[in-house]
């Protein structure tokens, strides 16, 4: 029985430490912009 519950607490460990590295991985990589294309104002503005 209490093997169930330290096998519980460890999976969620696990996992908190998954999204971290996750959380991680994503702040530190770059975003990829598509670059901004210059549209002319018409001329009644």
Do not use: D, E, I
Not at 21 to 31: E, F, H, I, L, Q
């Amino acid at each position: 029985p209490f093997y169930v519950t330290r096998f519980v607490g460890g999976l969620m460990f696990l996992t908190g430490m998954l999204v971290m590295v996750w959380n991680v991985w994503k702040t530190c990589t770059p975003r990829r912009v598509a670059p901004l294309v210059r549209v002319p104002a018409p001329v009644h503005a």
